[in-house]
């Protein structure tokens, strides 16, 4: 794109670093590349930005021994979205996807099967996250309230 005043804010290959593309040690090996970010936009990408944005495609089931990023919490509100990946209907979804939220006594499995948008409240525990059955293409990511990724586990 020619450069114009406004045009710095179109940005076409929006990858930042994310967890997915460089996994932690406790990772097991490939497990990052089942779920390469296709679109991520925080503070790396632009300096000012108050959100770390995160948008992902799924297209099989993960591999149940394999759990997903662990339990953990943020000092922000975050939403986690899920969208079928038919561009004529996103409510078109062919998945079942297993998130936990809380710790302890308070630690609930939730069964996602339709289009929806999970919200965390600052300090909430969540994850891990396991997709169970993957029918259809399904478009995932999430909204962290803040510039950057950050977290803190158990």
Not at 81 to 94: C, H, K, Q, R, T
Not at 143 to 150: C, H
Request: hydrophobic share 35%; proline share 10%; aromatic share 10%.
């Amino acid at each position: 794109m020619a450069e114009t005043k406004y045009g710095k804010y179109i940005l076409t290959e929006p990858l930042a670093k994310a967890w997915s593309l460089t996994p932690p040690p406790e990772r097991p090996p490939g497990e990052a590349t089942k779920r390469m970010p296709l679109m991520r936009i925080n503070s790396n990408l632009i300096e000012t930005i108050g959100i770390d944005f995160q948008f992902v495609g799924t297209t099989k089931p993960w591999d149940p021994a394999q759990t997903g990023h662990p339990s953990h919490t943020h000092s922000v509100d975050e939403y986690i979205f899920f969208v079928g990946g038919n561009a004529e209907n996103i409510l078109d979804f062919g998945a079942e996807i297993e998130i936990t939220l809380g710790a302890g006594e308070d630690e609930e499995k939730h069964i996602i099967n339709k289009a929806c948008v999970v919200y965390v409240p600052a300090g909430l525990p969540h994850l891990p996250m396991t997709f169970k059955k993957v029918d259809k293409p399904v478009l995932w990511g999430h909204l962290l309230m803040a510039p950057d990724y950050e977290e803190t586990r158990p």
